[in-house]
């Protein structure tokens, strides 16, 4: 199975700019997501990655290394709505999204 | 934008019952559906894959006699927990993929199931 990897906890202040780490497991690789999701909700979609290079999308912008299996997903201009866990994703050659266990991101005003 | 529903959102039942979860997409189709698990403070973990017209494909680790999948149309998948257990309280999530979509990659998540057994 896929390994992916990533911080558990996360804090960080209103305003500021935060970086999300997550290593993967490159064998069958097909695309790297990062998901949003509050507390009792279903994720949110903010970016897809299969090239490498950087995406930016707003405050939130991901990028992506597939020889290192790495991607970071970074927030800009902090707010208090951000506080959420943020999960990496890795799609496999069957499709399939797999997930790691998310970063809860704590913001602190 | 495409808009994946579920029903119940919420749903208690009594250990030893069975509970069906529906999984409609509202306004596309697809032939693949896919159901997750998440337990309290852990991530989504794929339970299986749900095929239009053809059996689901179960992960490893997952009873297919107990999760039952039927995926009869194009735009409805559903789950059924039999004989539930208190281990089995989670939220359940399904997601799909949109048939000739745009995006390769897209996949749009209903808003999930909390089931709680007692």
């Known amino acids: 199975g896929q390994n992916i990897d990533q911080p558990t906890e996360m804090t960080a202040t209103e305003g500021a700019i935060v970086q999300i780490n997550c290593t993967y497991q490159?064998?069958?690789?097909?695309?790297l997501f990062w998901y949003q999701q509050h507390a009792g909700e279903a994720p949110t979609f903010l970016s897809y990655?299969?090239?490498?290079g950087l995406e930016e999308k707003g405050r939130f912008s991901s990028f992506l290394s597939r020889s290192k299996g790495y991607s970071y997903l970074l927030l800009k201009e902090l707010q208090m709505k951000d506080s959420a866990s943020y999960l990496c994703?890795?799609?496999?050659?069957?499709?399939?999204?797999?997930f790691g266990k998310g970063t809860r991101l704590h913001i602190l005003p | 934008g495409a808009v994946v529903s579920q029903h119940p959102s919420w749903v208690i039942c009594k250990s030893g019952t069975s509970v069906k979860i529906e999984c409609r997409s509202l306004?596309?189709?697809?032939?693949?559906m896919f159901w997750y698990r998440q337990f309290p403070k852990q991530s989504l973990m794929l339970m299986a894959t749900s095929n239009e017209g053809s059996k689901a494909t179960y992960e490893q680790g997952v009873e297919k006699d107990k999760f039952l999948i039927n995926h009869a149309s194009l735009t409805l998948s559903t789950l059924t927990v039999t004989s539930a257990h208190p281990e089995d309280s989670s939220f359940y999530i399904c997601?799909?993929?949109?048939?000739?979509?745009?995006?390769?990659?897209?996949?749009?998540f209903g808003p999930g199931t909390r089931l709680t057994v007692t």
């Open positions: 490159t064998s069958g690789f097909n695309g």
């Open positions: 306004d596309f189709q697809a032939t693949t």
């Open positions: 994703a890795e799609k496999n050659r069957d499709d399939k999204i797999i």
């Open positions: 997601s799909a993929n949109p048939l000739g979509g745009n995006n390769s990659y897209e996949q749009y």
């Open positions: 990655n299969v090239l490498d």
